[in-house]
């Protein structure tokens, strides 16, 4: 079940983030950080009602955070429409135990499904230009890589920005 994230779940959520840290560290992927994502992140997304959960039987296995909210670093790439009613997707984590199970898809299904109900333009976001599996992902999913970014306090390396246009209902 995919729900909005409640406060009492901010440990839950920061704990299935410092578990991908660690798991892409391994893997040579430094894209998150003992710094970020911070619990005062996860708390400024949840007070904002921004941050979802999947939650199966109790337990809290994945995350994400969209919003309307545009960061300004965004503003150097030249998106596919206007800066009008687009929805930007932060935060998309899975426990490294329930990875390749489908729940990173659900989540991005249940993004892209209020995306339309609330009759988005886009959807937006950035991953790693390094994490060669998130941007598999991404791409099969449609998405379309525009420009990179940069984050100087999580990598010396890009991030890269995607959108995908959403059908109009």
Known sequence: MIRKAKASDLFAVKKITEACTENL????IFQWNKNYPSLSVFEKDIQEEALYVFENRGNIKGCVM???EKDPLYNSIKWLCPDIKNLYVHRL???P???KKGIARQLMD???????ENQMRSIRLDTFSQNARNIRFYEARGYQNLGDVYFVKQSKDPF???EKLIKRI
């Open 25 to 28: 560290i391994k893997q040579g």
């Open 66 to 68: 969209f919003s309307e």
């Open 110 to 116: 249940f993004t892209e499904r209020c995306a339309t």
């Open 160 to 162: 890269h920005c995607f």
């Open 97 to 99: 135990n329930y990875q």
């Open 93 to 95: 984590a899975v426990h």
